[in-house]
């Protein structure tokens, strides 16, 4: 355990450096194709820059999801939830879920600007997402350091018999997900997206987006081998996730209502195609929001 | 009517002992201790023979009824 613990914290630090590195790169070439876009030069002298931009994208991929895992060992060490680890988790899965935003704006841009279309919304959304990606290693790597510094001093771990910070985590990360997932499911419905786009969007962002919560879950029921199925939770627990799961089922029914009305409404729209998002990334972010509810607050 | 008890008060007697060692010592989470303390939780007759057994004491010793 405390070799695993050591190697990925290790890793995660030097892909986190890397990718540190990388993303002053990408700044630099936000810069130059901005300068370019403004004086209205062609951009395919970029086209290489550009390649290793998305040669990036990869390897940051690579650090997220690493890092994720250091961070889940991190907790499963610690036995507790601090504001602190919570708010890297969350800045951790929002940096990763930016990820895919970045090759599509960059993708966008690319396309829109030759073609004279306005690329506004992309650079906003390069901005911002770069911004989320620096404050995830503002947070990742110093806690990291703090923790192999606590390590190297001979801390040792809680001693915790039935462990819930996994699964309170393992809810948190659910919460998020949901919500971004909901939230981005909605955005398409108001925004009217046509089906032939909805049919190449769907595939993508879900598995993207659901992905935290996988791993997760993944890494929950890895842990749980060879632990009876009625030994996973303790029985608190139990009852937490069974009121959850009835206020989950009442108030999915409204929900699914309303995406019902609005499909009878606006026949044709492609709306029909965002039912299993919608469907998921509510169950998601209400069993979530309600086992954590119940969880702490009786 | 609702179940009160006198978790916090055996604990004391305990030397102390944290919520944490005490769930280790039943088998459940912190939290659970936590609620059944605060009286937000009624454990299982299952739990509350493992507590009263780890006191020492008799269940009706540490859990009784109150009026609300």
Known sequence: MLNRLKLFNFAALVTGI?????????????????????????????????NFVFIGFFFSLLFHIISIAALLL??????????????TVFAGIASFICITGDWAALSDIGKQYPAGLDCTMEWTFLCLSLAVHVVYMGLFIPITLLFLRELRAGAQPANVVKDE??????????????????????????MNIPAHILKYLIPFYCPFIIFPYCFILFYWLIMQRGI??????????????????????RLSIPGMA?????????PGAGHVLVMFPFYLFMI??????CTLYYNYKS | ????NTLRRCRFDHNEISQQDLANAVGVTRLTIHSIEKGK????????????????????????????
Not at chain 1, 79 to 86: H, V
Not at chain 1, 284 to 289: A, E, K
Not at chain 2, 1 to 4: C, N, P, T, V
Request: overall charge positive.
């Open chain 1, 284 to 289: 998601l972010l209400l069993f979530s929001g």
């Open chain 1, 165 to 190: 910070v996994i699964f309170n985590l393992a809810h948190f990360i659910g919460l998020i997900c949901g919500l971004a997932g909901f939230v981005f499911t909605l955005l398409l419905v108001f």
């Open chain 2, 1 to 4: 009517m609702k179940l009160a």
């Open chain 1, 74 to 87: 991190q907790f499963r060490y610690d036995k507790k939830i601090t504001i602190r680890n919570l708010v």
């Open chain 2, 41 to 68: 939780f009624v454990p299982s007759t299952l739990l509350a023979l493992k507590l009263a057994q780890f006191f020492g004491k008799r269940v009706e010793e540490i859990f009784y009824l109150t009026e609300e």
């Open chain 1, 258 to 266: 309303i995406l019902c009305l609005v499909n009878y409404f606006s």
């Open chain 1, 18 to 50: 890397v990718t540190l590195c990388l993303l002053a790169y990408n700044a630099l070439f936000y810069i130059k194709l901005i300068t370019r876009i403004n004086a209205a030069l062609p951009l395919e002298p970029l086209q290489e820059t550009a």
């Open chain 1, 228 to 249: 009876k199925g009625t030994d996973w939770f303790d029985e608190k627990q139990w009852l937490d996730l069974g009121r959850a799961s009835l206020l989950t089922l």
